[in-house]
């Protein structure tokens, strides 16, 4: 299976634009599954009126479902979604017509953009099951959910895909989780992260793919765009059938124990005995 990850920034307050970038990358490039970032149907933003939900559908969603069907692809891409006057920031998996939402479950507060005076979190995971790869699907600081991925790789996933849009200072901090969410779980994981200036911040690229060893097969540098990954179907499918998965464990009562120091130079008294 060939999968394409676009780099791509996504425009704010322009959701043509961002369709019109799409439709080149992926009806220029083979691939079985497109993978963009992080809020690229509308750009980074947490103002309404600057992402154009009320566009997003017509200007690019629907035409993102028609090419897909055309093309007999997948396209996984972030998208701002608004239900009962909530806004959430959602991954789409669109495929064969149809359009499947994933909701972002950890929102983020680190300096950059604090995405809860906005942002609605989720609390549903997601399982694509495409070209008989079961994949899972995650969006940024899910990363920070490790429950997230552990239930991933208790049910059977083979790789798990995560898009973002993280600054210089965040990839540093998240290169590290997600070697460690691959590793602990057995679990490859795809991250497709945006590059180009955004919402005042540098976005950075550097999109991976991390092998279930916590490797790093693939990767994109600071200013690429678009990187095929050949992915074997074979090789990832006995590789979860012989994922020996971290049983859960189930703790007891937790023990306190305050230590009691002596004052000034005299003798510590030892909690135990006295």
Known sequence: MKVALIQSRGLLQDPTVNFFKARMRINNVDADMFIFPEMFCSGY????ENMKIEMLDSK??????????????AIICGCPIEENEKIYDCALLISGGEVTVYKKMI?????AFDENQYFTPGNQPMIIDHMGLQIGLSIGNDLLLPELYKFYAENNVDIIVCISAFNANQMNKFDKIVVSRAAENLLPVIICNMVGSDCGQNLIGKSKLIGPDGSVIES????????????????LKKSSQ????????????????????GEGTGPTTCPFFG
């Open 45 to 48: 933003s947490g103002r309404k």
């Open 60 to 73: 690019i969603v629907t035409k993102l479902r028609d090419l897909s069907v055309s093309r007999g692809c």
């Open 107 to 111: 929102l983020g507060n680190d300096g």
């Open 220 to 235: 994109c540098t600071e200013s690429s765009d678009v990187r095929i990954l050949n992915i074997d179907i074979d090789t």
């Open 242 to 261: 012989n994922r020996k998965i971290i049983p859960s464990v189930k703790f007891g009562e937790c023990i306190r124990v305050r230590s009691v120091s």
